[in-house]
Nanobody, 128 residues
């Protein structure tokens, strides 16, 4: 079992940057994929980015490519989301997630149901 604790959200202005962090307690295995989803009011949860825990293969939603960067630190059991050039449409609750896999598969899933563990979320609000 994995517990995830996300932090780093806040209220910023359009164009600003934020760095989200997520610390995991419990085992994350080599084949696992870790990532971030977000959910804006009245909308469904949306895939943001993911990275293979061992492979370091990264995937991004088109809406954040070139602005967001995901990274992980296996020594700290942590993952991060560097968000630059924030826009009002990035306003949402951001969740860190783990997709526990029994075998290696490079591509990240983009549907919420594919992920086994979810953090509690951290609010990001971008004002125009």
């Amino acid at each position: 079992h994995v517990q995830l604790q996300a932090s780093g959200g806040g209220l910023v202005q359009s164009g600003d940057s934020l760095r989200l962090s997520c610390v995991a307690s419990g085992d994350i295995f080599a084949n696992d994929v870790v990532g971030w989803f977000r959910q804006a009011p009245g909308r469904e949860r949306e895939f943001v980015a993911a990275v293979g825990w061992r492979s370091n293969y990264k995937s991004y939603a088109d809406s954040v490519k070139g602005r967001f960067a995901i990274s992980r630190d296996s020594a700290k059991n942590a993952l991060y989301l560097q968000m630059n050039g924030l826009k009002p449409e990035d306003t949402a609750v951001y969740f860190c997630v783990v997709d526990h896999r029994t075998s290696y598969y490079r591509e990240a899933y983009t549907l919420p149901d594919e992920y086994d563990y979810w953090g509690q979320g951290t609010q990001v609000t971008v004002s125009s």
